[in-house]
């Protein structure tokens, strides 16, 4: 009997526990940094070396993390569901606990490609993507064929690739559950919305969410305590 299928959509909330700073919760700063600067192709255009020396820093961040109780109860679920986990985070948090399909929808922290490449010209093809684990960046770091490297990050005023495959996913969800999210940075925000009329939704969130929709239970908690209330609720159907 094959397994039913549960996406969960994840946001910063679930790796925040994990010692993740989150920059919405920060009026707009991420590590004391204006987001347009270090977070948009337009601010990767006017300083380039002040965005590598960020992200060589959130790298560098990463490397001193470990995944919470969170990410490993989302990789468990993996037991008794096929789990599809669509993320906002640049993290490897998912993979580190054991989660098999994940879907980055805002790109991969650890890894890099050329500045001409992975974009609209190319079917935003992946070919030359590759990962340095937690090394820095510099400029002058250059590609194989030749171009800058830059983070492999889906920055303000870029496409989302991967939203597509994302959609399609929670299309044939029979559950869907998001998790530390606030639901106000589009598309992913919207993802909600493609699920089934009678797919119920749970979502995880200690803060009120934007959300009006009779399929909708809300989970008032932080992540890895939303995380074993959520399970429990699955044991009990």
């Not at 994940?102 to 922290?109: A, D, V």
């Not at 093809?125 to 064929?145: K, M, Q, R």
């Not at 074993?228 to 699955?234: A, G, R, V, Y």
């Amino acid at each position: 009997m094959s397994k039913k299928k549960l996406v969960v959509l994840t946001g910063a909330g679930v790796s925040a526990e994990s010692g993740i700073t989150t920059f919405r919760d920060s009026d707009g700063l991420w590590e004391n940094h204006n987001v347009q600067d270090v977070a948009s192709i337009e601010g990767w255009y006017r300083n380039p070396s002040l965005v590598l020396e960020f992200y060589n820093a959130r790298r560098a961040q990463l490397s001193q993390v470990r995944p919470n109780s969170a990410h490993l109860a989302i990789a468990d679920l993996e037991q008794e569901w096929d789990v599809t986990v669509v993320t906002q985070n640049v993290d490897n948090l998912h993979e580190r606990a054991g989660s098999t399909r994940i879907i980055h929808l805002h790109g991969e922290l650890t890894k890099v490609r050329p500045e001409n490449c992975c974009n609209e010209m190319d079917g935003f093809s992946e070919e030359t993507v590759f990962d340095i684990g937690h090394e820095a960046v510099s400029i002058g770091d250059l590609a194989p064929n030749g171009a800058q490297l830059r983070p492999h990050i889906v920055w303000f005023g870029e496409a989302v690739p991967k939203i597509e495959s994302a959609i399609d996913a929670v299309e044939a969800a029979d559950v869907l559950l998001i998790v530390g999210t606030s639901l106000q940075v589009y598309p992913a925000a919207g993802l909600y919305r493609y699920a089934g009329m009678d797919t119920p939704i749970y979502i995880i969130d200690p803060k009120d969410v934007p959300v009006r929709d009779s399929r909708v239970t809300h989970i008032k908690e932080v992540a890895t305590n939303g995380m074993e209330t959520f399970k429990n609720i699955l044991k009990s159907k």
